[in-house]
């Protein structure tokens, strides 16, 4: 399957909710890798992440092509990506030093431009 690579941020002098495409760029990719999603500290426990990351779960599922979104993330997130839908598929091989890494990932069903009044 080809990857879309993309990066979410949130931060001062940001736009809220603007996503940026990473290096790696497959157009009619069927699998997204959300390479980053990072809020600034004085955004945090706001709850803004979670509507960002719903926000752009919702967009892919407007592309017909995207099949999944996938994502590495420390232990303590896996929480976090779970209340937003992602399931579980093990620990990465990737690791940085110590720093290890869980594979998640998020299946998209259906998509948005198939129903009436989906904003797509």
């Known amino acids: ?4 690579r993309i990066g979410i941020s949130l931060g001062p002098g940001t736009d809220p909710y603007h ?3 990473l290096t790696l760029h497959k157009p009619h990719g069927t699998t997204v890798h959300i390479h980053v999603l990072a809020v ?3 955004f945090r426990q706001q709850g803004k992440g979670s509507i960002l990351l719903w926000r752009y779960l919702q967009y892919l599922r407007c592309l017909p092509y995207v099949r999944r979104a996938v ?5 303590f997130l896996v929480p976090f990506y779970q209340k937003s839908g992602f399931k579980g598929q093990g620990p ?3 690791s940085v030093g110590s720093l290890t890494f869980i594979e998640m990932y998020y299946p998209i069903r259906g998509h948005a431009f198939m129903r009436r009044n ?3």
């Open 71 to 75: 994502l590495m993330c420390e232990d």
């Open 1 to 4: 399957s080809r990857v879309i």
């Open 40 to 42: 600034h500290r004085t």
């Open 19 to 21: 996503v940026d495409a």
């Open 118 to 120: 989906s904003g797509c």
């Open 92 to 94: 990465s091989e990737i």
